[in-house]
């Protein structure tokens, strides 16, 4: 008996284990939001544009950051010398100016965001690059950033940056949102933090580095496509609302 009780408790925790990975990479088609989403913020570089367009193992070679240094590359400078933090900074916008030069929109990125507009959801951008970068992502849109179909977009210039929820909260506050009727999409667990501390939402755009940030994410989606058909379903239409 007491063999077939230990059993008989493998095979509950199996059971609570194989629940548990599957929260672990929830997918659009199984998550339901507690509410209609009003609102969607997003990260720029690998969400809304492909992934891997900046060297960033080349911008640590170049600035001294030792490749086991944890810290994200502008915690690394900012923790330097002043005398030495223009130069770093210089050394970050000539390697992200390069990147530029190779950025491409992600396949869906129209889709989605026209879905948002017929919908009625505000948009945000919140990003770490520069707003120069910002500029160079609305010039592959064909807008300027002063037609942007984006309320806010928001670049390094604002502090404090991702991870930190300041952005995000900033424009849910000017959008007059619950935080938890808002989503933060990217591609990297400082997007999946600035959504969960600001109390919103998240979804992760997978591709092929990131798995590892899936459970931090309310779902998971393959591709702006999914997200798109996924925001159809569960946006709140502010049109209608007003």
Known sequence: APHRGRRAASAHMLRIAVSAGRRVMRSASTFFPPKGVTGAAFDMDG????AG?????????RIGQDVDDRRDILTFIEAQPEHEREE???IVEEEEAAGRRETRLQPGLWDLLRRCSD??????LITRNSFAAVEHFHELL???VAASPFSHCIAREFLPRKPAPDPLLHIIKEWNMSPSSVIMTGDHVDDLQCGADAGAMT?????DHNEEYASRASFV?????DLERWLATHAQS?????
Do not use: H, W, Y
């Open 47 to 50: 969400t809304l544009t492909e």
């Open 53 to 61: 367009q900046i060297d960033f193992a080349a911008i640590r070679r």
């Open 88 to 90: 770093m900074l210089a």
């Open 119 to 124: 919908l009625g959801v505000p948009m945000g």
């Open 142 to 144: 064909g807008v300027s």
């Open 203 to 207: 979804c992760l755009v997978k591709n």
């Open 221 to 225: 989606v393959e591709t702006l496509q």
């Open 238 to 242: 502010q049109q209608r609302r007003s």
